[in-house]
C-alpha cells in the first residue's frame, strides 16, 4: 500500500504476552495480576495499537495462565476494537468440545479473537493432563480439523518454533506466529518459505525494549526474567526442533551456561531506539511479515506503558499495513 511522504508501511503492532504469572520477587498478588492486564490492555487499545496477545502454561508454582479462553472472552468484552490473540493455546492439552463450545460463546466478540495454537513442551503439563505427549502431532491435527469448522482460516494461527510447525501452517492453509526462541535468521527463511506458498498472516514475536536512548530493560525486569527461566526454562532445542520425545532438563542453576543464553541472548532482546525499531519494523514488512507482536510483558512484570507509548507512536508515524 501507498503511504505518506516521510511515512513507510510497517507491520500491524500486537502486544505481549500478558500470562498473569506473578514470579518472585514479584510484588503483586495473582488478583493484582489479573486486574493489571484489563488496565494495561485497555490502554493498549487507547494508543491504537493493533493487538494484545496471551500465553498459557499449566501446573506452574507462580500462577501462569491455564484458561486462555476465559481471559481471552473477559478482555475481549472489556474492549471494543482490539484483537485478543492467544501465543499460544496448547491445543493437545485442551477438551476439544469444550473449546468449540467457548469459541461459540464469544458470539460476535469472536471476530476479534485470534487464536493461536501450538503442540506444547513440557512434560509435566502432558503428564497432569494425562495426554500422551508422543501423540501431540496427532492430536493438533485432528482438533485443529474441528477449529476450523467454529473459527475462519484467518482466525487460527499456528504458532511454531520448529519447521513441522512451518509445514503444518501451510498444510492446513492458515496464518502461522514465528516464536522469539527462533532466531532472527531461521525466521526470516521460514518466513520466506510461507510467504513464497501462503497470502495468509505472517507474524513475528519477539521481546524487545524500546528506549529514548536504545539501553536494556530496567534491572527490575531481570529477576522476573531469570525466574521465569527457573519455572518454565526448559531446554528448548530438543523438543522445539523435532515432534520425539528429547531429552528436557530443568535449567535450576543460575550459574548454568544454558540459562545465560536464554536470559541473555541479543537475538533474544531487541534492545532499541524508536527510529532503529521503526527501521526493523519496515525491513520485516518488506520480507512480508503482517504483524509484529512486542513482547515486552514477562514472568509478572506488566506491560511497560513507556514501551507501549514509543509503541503506539512508531505505529500512528508508518503505516500499519
Known amino acids: 500500500m501507498s503511504s505518506a511522504k516521510g511515512q513507510r508501511p510497517i507491520p500491524k503492532l500486537g502486544l505481549g504476552l500478558v500470562s498473569l504469572n506473578t514470579s518472585p520477587p514479584c510484588d503483586f498478588t495473582w488478583t493484582a495480576s489479573h486486574r493489571r492486564a484489563f488496565v494495561d490492555?485497555?490502554?493498549?487499545?487507547?494508543?491504537?495499537?493493533?493487538?494484545?496477545?496471551?500465553?498459557?502454561?499449566?501446573?506452574?508454582?507462580?500462577?501462569?495462565?491455564?484458561?486462555?479462553?476465559?481471559?481471552?472472552?473477559?478482555?475481549?468484552?472489556?474492549?471494543e476494537t482490539l484483537n485478543i490473540g492467544t501465543a499460544a493455546l496448547l491445543l493437545p492439552l485442551a477438551d476439544g468440545e469444550r473449546l468449540a463450545r467457548q469459541v461459540r460463546s464469544l458470539g460476535s466478540l469472536v471476530e476479534r479473537l485470534r487464536l493461536g495454537i501450538a503442540l506444547g513442551y513440557r512434560r509435566e503439563e502432558f503428564m497432569g493432563l494425562n495426554v500422551e505427549r508422543r501423540r501431540r502431532g496427532k492430536l493438533m491435527d485432528a482438533m485443529l480439523e474441528e477449529l476450523l469448522k467454529v473459527l475462519e482460516p484467518e482466525q487460527v494461527i499456528i504458532c511454531t518454533a520448529s519447521e513441522p510447525g512451518l509445514d503444518r501452517a501451510l498444510r492446513f492453509d492458515v496464518p502461522m506466529l514465528i516464536d522469539s526462541a527462533v532466531p532472527m535468521t531461521r525466521a526470516l527463511e521460514w518466513g520466506d518459505e510461507f510467504r513464497a506458498q501462503s497470502a495468509h498472516e505472517l507474524t513475528l514475536i519477539r521481546e524487545c525494549w524500546v528506549s529514548d536512548d536504545g539501553s536494556a530493560p530496567p534491572e527490575a525486569v531481570a529477576p522476573h526474567d531469570f525466574a521465569f527461566w527457573q519455572y518454565i526454562g526448559w531446554e528448548y532445542t530438543p523438543t522445539w526442533e523435532k515432534e520425539?520425545?528429547?531429552d528436557i532438563d530443568p535449567l535450576l542453576d543460575p550459574e548454568s551456561e544454558r540459562l545465560q543464553q536464554a536470559t541473555s541472548a541479543e537475538e533474544k532482546w531487541f534492545r532499541q531506539t524508536p527510529e532503529d525499531f521503526a527501521d526493523f519494523l519496515a525491513a520485516i514488512h518488506a520480507r512480508g511479515f503482517d504483524r509484529m507482536v512486542?513482547?515486552?510483558?514477562?514472568?509478572?512484570?506488566?506491560?511497560?506503558?513507556?514501551?507501549?507509548?514509543?509503541l503506539a507512536a512508531i505505529s500512528e508515524q508508518g503505516v500499519a499495513a
Open 41 to 79: 490492555t485497555r490502554r493498549a487499545e487507547a494508543l491504537g495499537l493493533e493487538s494484545v496477545f496471551l500465553s498459557e502454561h499449566h501446573f506452574v508454582a507462580d500462577g501462569y495462565c491455564p484458561s486462555l479462553m476465559v481471559l481471552a472472552g473477559s478482555l475481549l468484552a472489556a474492549t
Open 294 to 310: 512486542a513482547r515486552i510483558a514477562w514472568s509478572g512484570v506488566p506491560l511497560d506503558h513507556s514501551v507501549m507509548g514509543h
Open 244 to 246: 520425539g520425545e528429547g
